[in-house]
């Protein structure tokens, strides 16, 4: 499966950008993880091919990501701060639920598109 990422770049505080991923094949979860300058990656959010999304804690509210033909995956990345600026990374596997709720089990990685940040 590849997974090819489109979207990013240099803007500037409370402004919005989006990104686009599509998988050559139609995957289960698909969604977006952002790795910062010595920092771990972390999940930003992910959307199941029924359509459900879950965002991470630093994103909730900001972002919106949305499924499309069940091979596309948008994300819209509003109201964004100087600590959004990373490297995203598309996603894909198979989701499961637990305890704790609905996870990816990822199994594919796009290649990394840079946003920043900065005024």
Request: with cysteine.
């Amino acid at each position: 499966v590849q997974l090819q990422a489109s979207g990013g770049g240099l803007v500037q505080p409370g402004t919005a950008l989006r990104l686009s991923c599509v998988a050559s094949f139609s995957m289960d979860g698909m969604g977006w993880y952002r790795q910062a300058p010595g920092r771990q990656r972390e999940l930003v959010a992910f959307t199941t091919d029924g359509g459900s999304a879950f965002y991470g804690d630093s994103v909730q509210g900001r972002f919106t990501i949305a499924r499309d033909k069940g091979n596309t995956v948008s994300m819209w990345m509003n109201g964004l701060k100087p600590e959004d600026t990373a490297v995203y990374y598309c996603a894909a596997g198979a989701t499961y639920r637990d305890d704790r709720g609905v996870h990816l089990s990822v199994d594919y990685w796009g290649q990394g598109t840079l946003v920043t940040v900065s005024s």
